[in-house]
């Protein structure tokens, strides 16, 4: 096991490198650069030649694009993310404001998503070919396919700007106004658990239709073991492997947020800091916010391959 761990560790940090080069190569493509939209933006009377290629100095942007990714690799590894030179903060600590409200959101989501798919995917396969059935696999697909952006502003819309009952935006820490805080992150929360909600109901139902019909469980059902049991540690934890694989992609809303549902509701999450990164052509936020997010993957997929085995005896590590 300590052998898989390692090669993935090590197979992890190549794509991680490989990601991060990509990244930082289509951001220096782009036409212009961030010194010109920073003096843009806040000293328009002070752009002349001298004053971009001091800047560019001071932030190493005059140097070949190899030697920057370099200097920027070699910050990384001594805990510097780089500076930002929009906002003119450290990438950690824009970071470090805005990962907490992405990660409130998406565990939220991810507890709402997980709990409501499983259980309506068992639901359909016991009722398999009843109205029930009918009705949540209806429902289902309805939630893959509607647009969660169309969802979010339905919901401002009706919700929040027709009957009042929700905040319209924003974003309030639990530990500042809990009561605000459960308000304001239910129209955000449902927009973004919906279409995983969906995904997770049609998954888990039709591997609990494909194992409910194996000998072993037909088995359990004639000892007359209760339902609950049968379906629990017979029939639903030997269909986990394809849910567990959902439930890890997940990850990704958890740590890098909802771009859209972060503009349409106005939220301060890594997602947005993300879109700003990259209108701005502030290689150090985007270069930052992709590593966070990349590591953040990489170590849940390992943690998804050793839960394999945990369901699934029969999966070896070599």
Known sequence: MSNFIMRRLGQGVVVLILVTMFVFIVMNLLPSDPITIYL?????SQMNPERIA???HQYGLDKPVPVQYLNWIGGVVKGNLGHSIILDQPVTQLIGKRFPVTLHIGIVVFILSGLLGIFFGVICALKRGTWIDSVLTVLA???ITAPSFLVGILLIYFLGYKLSWLPLHGYTSPLEDFWMSTKQIIMPAF???????AILT????SS???VIRQDYVRTAWSKGLQERTVVLRHALKNSFIPIITILGLQVRNIVGGSVIIEIVFSIPGIGGMLVDGVLGQDFQVVQGGVLLIGAAVL???IFVDIAY????PRIRYA
């Not at 049609?202 to 139902?205: F, G, V």
């Not at 085995?309 to 699934?312: A, E, P, Q, S, T």
């Open 54 to 56: 001091m800047l560019k």
């Open 208 to 210: 609990m239709l494909e």
């Open 202 to 205: 049609r998954q888990t139902r």
């Open 299 to 301: 170590i849940v997929n």
């Open 191 to 197: 927009c973004l658990a919906l279409a995983p909600i």
């Open 40 to 44: 843009s933006q806040s000293e328009s």
């Open 141 to 143: 697909n309805i939630g």
């Open 309 to 312: 085995g945990w369901f699934d």
